[in-house]
């Protein structure tokens, strides 16, 4: 054990036991998984990602590069979780990652053995040769021998949910700074919200043992989040993370609702994702203090300095027993002032510094501890440190015997967040580290994130910059009750690298890259910083190179002989910590991810026995099983069939329907359409076809004219989000004069297609008020009618070309006009039928539908030429006529008949002449869409073929080498079946 | 013609640009952006803003 007798902020009257690997160890309520296991004297609790060394915990915060691992198990087991930030619950359950078998004895640390083969850019170099091999046998080895920890597999029972806020002032970061801020800030009546990742208030303060108002500061911190709580214009989000700046002010924010829980309550969600727009932001996120870069650097007991701070002050768990604190900068001292205190033997304290001026030396110095400056840590020494070679100011050696290093290789503002926007940060010679100079609008950085790094600089940075915040808001700041704090020495004197050292030295402890790496990628060309990433991967994974960064970049500029503010930096992007994908997607999962439409009769189609079919988002019947059908296509046949000879009924409600309206709706409609609409009388329905502007074919439809202001325009199922579009931006953007309104109306109107020679006996048993004779209501006409007390429009339009209607009531009624419609027709045998049989019957009829409206025909491809109007402008015009698209050469809708009876086409075969080789310079054009067609017990097809409706009767060669191989096929004319249309005028 | 349909300025600083607002109340807007920094300068519906002359 080497938990303290005393102190902390752990709360001793809460013990909690949890597991690690399988082993059952106390800890405390307060505690993280990192400082219990700290506390209990565990060093080794990972391995590194390449060479599978032995890992400690280096740090105390959300920085941690090493002690990386799987919290809890089964499918809420979560890899990759940060011991350090892990709030330990009894019971909670963690394992090490990235070993075999076990973490002490890894079989796969014989990479450490292959490590010349592993260096620097080893993805693109050793493992080259022979190419074939890479796939299956080099990428496969490396995937499993490195890495970091494994998903689950399973889905994720946890919810997630998501929430919006607007404030005034977003502090990030409740330390110093950032509670001074919020405080200024709150009191003045400005809406907060202050953010941090931790669970108690105070940031650093929780770690040091500095004064407030001569109170230590973590009772100041929890007095200034209390008045926080009973301010109504303040909200707190502890456990949350800021992870991205976006536009508009925006910031992205994850709150931790259970994780620290047992067990998630049901139904609770787990974690919550914030959107949070705020007029100003104050980045109070503090500083990240540096690792140095010296032999053995990453063995368990090399340790940063602030963390060994906060392992000891607020969670009163020693780190070690015999420690040596290595320092470039005045808070090593401060951690060698606190393992004094907490009394653990301080065997040595070496600063790399010649002459450090310190306030606490004289104290140090009294406890017997040995201090040499202008000294460094050259190599640490064993599997768990045991000692440290230090080489002294005169080039000597010395061996001090240790199980604990703390380092401190200076502070680097956490500034990642300011730069997500596109701000470059700047060097800043006098804290030897990066700061922002042009952070994002409305962003301002205090505190240690602005480089000020003393306790009273930070106090009264929040205080002032909150201040002012409200004053442009218009609000007075009452000044803050005062906040006395000692400002603290802070120098620093960079020290990138030791010197000469024996042992590996690590730069980023993540991705094991080395000092030899840096300089090696420098040596092969890769001196960019943005290469050198990408080469070595340092900064990469979970922590972004939060410790690795500035080191790696420092050797860069030294191995390219530039300062360090010419070497240029990483800019940092979103996410600034790990965000769970789980949280991103909140509800949005399953059958949420992507809502599904329901037809009106969607209902009675799972009555009867539909499958369905995904058309865009919509569930569309594909066909109607009966038992003792073999196959779909026996189905198929029965469904197109009872359409031919008696009554069938489809759901075709997802068409898009959109109603215009107004003075010039018909001008418009004659600017939209190829054809003519401004002609047609009312009552009545014609086909129109719409192009784009570079003169192709952009959809069809119906337009009907229910008055003369009137139109209700129909567009096919896929076409309909982009044809509102399209008349919006006629109506808004190309022709604002115009007075005319259009509002899609696809979901108000639920439409049943009737059709089958029958259909006019079934509607009048429906409507027996209507008059439907052939005078009534002829082929292309439409009548309004009042049915059960509701609005009713008939369309005497048909797609498969017998007899046919389109019925539409609003659609909350279409489930009762179905049932309605079966009940008329149950004597004359009516047949539902889907999306499938539709499908052959407009093929036997030869309209084009999406696999013919492509984007790339004309309306001369399709047979339509004779629409486009030359009595009037319209959208596409000009363009329909360039050469390119009226050449007679081009391929152009005809029918193909398979010359053997029994021979089937399939789409997306291509044409040839008889006789001609299969090659790309005798391709004439391919097939669009094929059928088996029970009306004529024959496969046909379409197609678009060159100069096709001069080749009717030619034989040709549909070539279909990867499928179904070549079969002999005779030109026709696109319509197969009554093709004088008598039967839909009958 | 073929200028009107296939060629577009890309300009690397203030552009007039026409958005749609698509989940919403389906009007077009003339929205004026620096393409650099995608900070909004202006927005006006584009049947107000059509009748006027561009700005830039």
């Known amino acids: ?116 083969l592993l260096a620097a850019g080893f993805y693109y170099k050793t493992f080259m040769w022979p190419a074939a091999f890479w796939e299956r046998v080099y990428e496969p080895i490396i995937r499993r021998a490195a890495g970091l920890g494994a998903l689950s597999g399973l889905p994720d029972p946890d ?33 907060v919200v202050i953010a941090d990742e931790d669970w108690l208030p105070g940031g650093r303060l929780l770690s040091d043992r500095r004064l407030i108002n001569e109170a230590p500061g973590h009772i100041w911190a929890k007095a200034a989040a209390d008045e926080l709580a009973s301010l109504a214009n303040v909200r707190w989000l502890t456990r949350t993370s800021v992870f991205g700046v976006y536009d508009g002010r925006e910031y992205g924010a994850v709150e931790r609702l259970t994780d620290h829980l047992p067990n998630t309550p049901a139904r609770q969600p787990r974690q919550r994702l914030w959107k949070i727009v705020a007029k100003h932001a104050l980045l109070a996120t503090g500083a990240i203090e ?145 700061v922002i100079h042009q952070p994002p609008p409305g962003m301002t950085a205090i505190g240690a994130a602005a480089g000020r790094f003393s306790l009273a600089k930070a106090l009264a940075d929040g205080a002032s910059e909150a ?40 730069v980023d402890f993540q991705n094991d890259v080395t000092d030899t790496d840096v300089a090696l990628a420098a040596g092969e060309g890769f001196t960019s910083v943005e290469h050198l990433k990408r080469y070595t991967t340092l900064g990469m994974a979970t922590d972004q190179g939060k410790t690795s960064q500035l080191n790696g970049l420092a050797l860069l500029a030294k191995a390219t002989g530039k300062p360090i503010d010419q070497a240029g930096t990483i800019l940092a992007r979103p996410p600034h910590a790990p965000v769970a994908i789980g949280v991103l997607a909140g509800h949005h999962r399953d059958e949420h991810f992507r809502p599904a439409r329901r037809t009106p009769s969607h209902d009675w189609a799972v009555e009867n026995g539909a499958s369905f079919v995904d058309a865009g988002q919509w569930k569309r019947a594909q066909w109607f099983a009966r038992p003792g059908e073999r196959d779909w296509l026996e189905t198929v046949n029965r469904e197109v069939n009872a359409v031919r000879a008696g009554v069938g009924v489809c759901d ?55 008055s003369e202001t009137r139109f209700f325009v129909t567009t096919t199922t896929v076409n309909a989000a982009k044809v509102m579009q399209h008349i919006d931006f006629a109506r808004q953007v190309l022709w604002p004069a115009l007075d005319v309104q259009a509002c899609s109306v696809t979901e108000q109107w639920a439409t049943f297609a009737v059709a089958g020679p029958k259909s006019r006996v079934l509607l009048q048993n429906l409507t027996p008020d209507l008059d439907l004779t052939n005078e009534a209501l002829p082929f292309m006409g439409v009548v309004q009618h ?201 | 013609m073929f200028d009107y349909v296939y060629l577009r300025d890309n300009l690397a600083g203030l552009m007039r640009e026409h958005w749609y607002h698509a989940q919403g109340c389906r009007n077009w807007l003339v929205v004026t952006r620096d393409t650099r920094t995608h900070e909004i300068f202006d927005a006006a519906l584009a049947k107000n803003a059509a009748a006027s002359e561009p700005k830039l």
């Open chain 1, 652 to 706: 075709v409600s997802t068409l898009g329907k959109i109603d215009v309206h107004g003075p010039d709706a018909a001008t418009l409609l004659d600017r939209l359409y190829a054809n003519q609409i401004s002609t047609l009388a009312v009552g009545k329905v014609r086909y129109g076809l719409m192009l784009r502007e570079d003169g192709l074919v952009m959809d069809d439809g119906t337009v009907s004219r229910l």
């Open chain 1, 159 to 191: 919810v997630y949910d998501r929430d919006h806020a607007f404030c005034d002032l977003l502090v990030i970061g409740a330390g110093p700074a950032g509670l001074a801020a919020a405080l200024t800030a709150g009191r003045a009546g400005l809406r």
């Open chain 1, 290 to 434: 540096r690792p140095l870069v010296f032999g053995g650097n990453d063995r368990p007991g090399v340790m940063t300095a602030s963390a060994v701070s906060t392992y000891l002050n607020r969670f009163a768990a020693a780190p070690g027993r015999r420690a040596v604190v290595f320092t470039t900068s005045d808070s090593g001292w401060d951690t060698a002032d606190d393992l004094i205190e907490a009394g653990v033997e301080l065997a040595a304290i070496v600063d790399a510094r010649d002459a450090p001026m310190n306030a606490r030396e004289p104290r140090i110095r009294a406890a017997g501890v040995r201090i040499l400056t202008g000294a460094v840590v050259a190599d640490a020494q064993g599997r768990q440190l045991k000692s440290v070679d230090v080489r002294d100011r005169d080039g000597r050696s010395l061996s001090i015997a240790c199980d604990l290093l703390a380092v401190s290789g200076g502070w680097s503002p956490t500034i990642g967040l300011a730069s997500h926007l596109g701000a470059r940060p700047v060097w800043s010679e006098t804290i030897a580290s990066f």
């Open chain 1, 786 to 986: 009042r049915w059960r007390g509701v609005r009713m429009r008939i369309f005497r339009v048909s797609f498969c070309g017998e007899l046919a209607y389109e019925v539409s009531v609003p659609a909350t009624l279409g489930d009762g006009l179905v049932r309605a419609v079966f009940e008329a027709g149950a004597d004359l045998g009516v047949t539902a039928y889907g999306t499938e049989a539709l499908g052959v019957m407009r093929v036997e009829k030869g309209h084009p539908a999406g696999a013919e409206l492509n984007g790339q025909t004309t309306a001369g491809d399709l047979g339509l030429g004779g629409l486009l109007s030359r009595k009037k402008d319209y959208i596409g015009r000009v363009l329909a006529g360039r050469p390119g698209l009226t050449d007679p050469d081009r391929p152009t809708l005809v029918g193909l008949r398979p010359v053997a009876q029994g021979a089937r086409i399939r789409a997306g075969a291509h044409l040839l002449p008889l006789g001609a080789q299969p090659a790309a310079a005798n391709d004439q054009g391919y097939v669009t869409s094929a059928a088996y067609s029970p009306t004529l017990g024959r496969g046909i097809a379409l197609a678009l073929l060159q100069r096709g409706p001069a080749r009717h009767g030619e034989r040709i060669i549909v070539h279909d080498p990867v499928r179904a191989g070549d079969v002999e096929a005779e030109v026709c004319a696109p319509v197969f079946v009554d093709p004088q249309g008598g039967r839909a005028r009958g």
């Open chain 1, 1 to 116: 054990m080497s938990r303290l007798a005393q102190g902390g902020l752990i709360d001793r009257n809460a013990p909690l036991t949890f597991r690690f690997d399988g082993r059952t160890m106390p800890g405390f309520a307060g505690d993280t998984l990192a400082s219990a296991l700290v506390a209990n004297g565990v060093g080794l609790v990972g391995r590194s990602f390449k060479y599978h060394r032995p890992r400690g915990i280096l740090t105390a915060g959300s920085e941690e590069p090493n002690a990386l691992v799987t919290l809890r198990a089964g499918a809420k087991a979560e890899p990759n979780t940060r011991a350090t930030t892990a709030q330990l619950f009894d019971g909670l359950e963690a394992t090490s990652q990235n070993r075999w078998p076990s973490l002490n004895l890894d079989l796969l640390s014989v990479n450490q053995l292959a490590a010349p």
């Open chain 1, 467 to 506: 201040a002012r915040i409200a004053s442009e808001l218009g609000r007075t700041a009452t000044p803050a009750s005062p906040m006395h704090a000692y400002d603290e020495p802070v120098a620093v004197r960079p020290l990138w690298h030791v010197g000469a050292h024996k042992t590996k030295a690590f």
